[in-house]
């Protein structure tokens, strides 16, 4: 056994001169170029530069994104970029950040759609470069996941209240492009609101679809899936989305009511059929089964069925009071004419990797609703988006085909982006050297070659 106590001991000084912590994050900063979301912003935010500023709205927005996607949580973590300006460029003041995010608070319509409009372009071009590895390159819908979460807040700030869990904060909704389960996925729309907003509300959930369909490329919004919880199974938003015209499919999760537990009962043995597990196997101790028939559906969607699932709870778990026959049930909606029920099934349960989506997203800055009003904060959450895309978009372009790809941000930032490196000045070029001994430096040298490769807008 070694012992700790025979180690050296190890001075310490802030001499060093060409270093750089966080040197993984030039694979962001390549990202930024090649989807030409930098150049897009910069256009879109013009209005909002002062005459005579010396820094881009733009630069500020995208520097503040980069921040969070290396793991900041408020404006002033910014400083972790201004100290090492040979590898982020200028960045701009602590004091003119927050005064260029009061300007765009001060109008947060405009500034919102500006920067959802360049989101939108940024998107479209990085899933052009991404070819078969971009969302829905493979002729499947594209789905899109639907969900709430709660952002608990310390403090007294707007539009805060109480929620439905009994803590305090507020209750964004959210929409994700689902990448598959081989990687990932994106946020679309992420909107937010008062802490007393409802989980079931579908004025809600038509905006943050309506907020997701703008982000998608045009070829690609006839062929979308919307998927979400039982929040979403109301009549308002069913009628919605099947509108003629929308051409848009649905896998809604739905509540069980009286009628429903009827029709349960009703149900023969042979009705039910094995559910699959993740994997696409056979399930033991699950069933799936089809309740359309049994039910009066007038006033609902034309074509719409209900399918429910029923299976043995785990040892310990507690029924709820809507579980019959000491199984559990839970059921959805789908207007799919075709496809067996389990798979059916399967692809609705799917909609849990919304969750992990979610939890990214709350390590990449939605955690934490660092302002005080409400546009300051819409603000802020729009530019969660950005670092999360950002992320997205480096692992879909640069890591395909490595388990990287699927790396959520604690991991990530671990292994690639905030490996150390120095900077060397030759030959009127500047390179970055990372140590040899990093376990991940292949690596990283990989997907920047990759992202090198792809070309830069013009």
């Known amino acids: 056994m070694n012992s700790t106590a025979s180690r050296r001991k190890i001075s310490v000084s802030a001499d060093g001169r060409g270093l750089v912590s966080h040197a993984g994050g030039l694979l962001l900063v390549q990202t930024l170029r090649v989807t030409g979301l930098d150049k897009a912003l910069s256009q879109r935010l013009e209005r909002w530069r002062p005459s005579r500023a010396i820094h881009d709205p733009a630069k500020i927005v995208t520097d503040l994104a980069l921040t969070l996607a290396l793991g900041g949580d408020c404006l002033a973590d910014i400083a972790m970029l201004r100290s090492q300006s040979e590898l982020y460029g200028p960045v701009a003041s602590d004091p003119t950040v927050s005064r260029l995010i009061d300007r765009l608070a001060a109008d947060p319509a405009r500034a919102l759609t500006a920067i959802r409009a360049a989101r939108a372009t940024a998107r479209q071009r990085a ?17 899109v996941d639907l969900d709430a979460t709660i952002v608990i807040s310390h403090s007294d700030k707007q539009h805060a209240a109480p929620t439905w869990k009994k803590s305090y904060g507020f209750h964004p909704m959210t929409a994700f492009a689902d990448h598959g389960p081989g990687s990932g996925g994106e946020p679309l729309a992420l909107m937010l609101r008062a802490g007393n907003a409802g989980s079931n509300t579908a004025a809600d959930h038509i905006e943050a679809t309506r907020l997701a369909l703008a982000q998608l490329p045009r070829a690609q919004r006839r062929n ?69 028939g049994l039910l009066e559906l007038t006033g609902w969607p034309k074509g719409m069925r209900v399918i429910a699932r029923k299976e043995r709870p785990h ?48 390590d990449t800055g939605l955690r934490n609703l660092p302002l005080h009003d409400f546009t300051q904060n819409q603000i802020w959450l729009e530019i969660v988006t950005l670092a999360c895309e950002l992320t997205a978009w480096m692992q879909m372009l640069a890591l395909h085909g490595t388990d990287a790809r699927r790396y959520e941000p604690k991991r990530l930032r671990l292994r690639l982006l905030t490996v150390a490196g120095r900077l060397v000045h030759g030959g009127r070029h500047l390179h970055l050297r990372i140590p040899t001994r990093w376990p991940w430096a292949s690596q990283i040298i990989t997907a920047l070659a990759r992202l090198h490769a792809l070309p830069t807008p013009p």
Do not use: M
């Open 315 to 362: 040892p310990g778990a507690q029924l709820r009071f809507t579980d019959l026959d000491g199984h559990r049930f839970t059921c959805f909606v789908t207007g799919t004419p075709g496809g067996q029920l389990a798979d059916l099934e399967l692809r609705h349960r799917r909609r849990a990797r919304a969750e992990d989506r979610i939890r990214t997203a709350k």
């Open 224 to 292: 979308v899936l919307i998927r979400t919880d039982s929040g979403g199974g109301t009549r308002e938003f069913l009628a919605w989305l099947t509108r003629p015209g929308r051409w848009l499919k649905y896998s809604i999760g739905f509540t069980i009511t009286d009628d429903i537990g009827q029709a349960i009962l009703k149900l023969p043995a042979t009705a039910w059929t094995p559910a699959y597990d993740a994997d696409r196997q056979v399930r033991p101790g699950a069933w799936v089964a089809e309740l359309t």
């Open 127 to 143: 899933w052009h470069l991404a070819g078969p590895h971009a969302p829905g390159a493979d002729g499947q819908p594209l789905i």
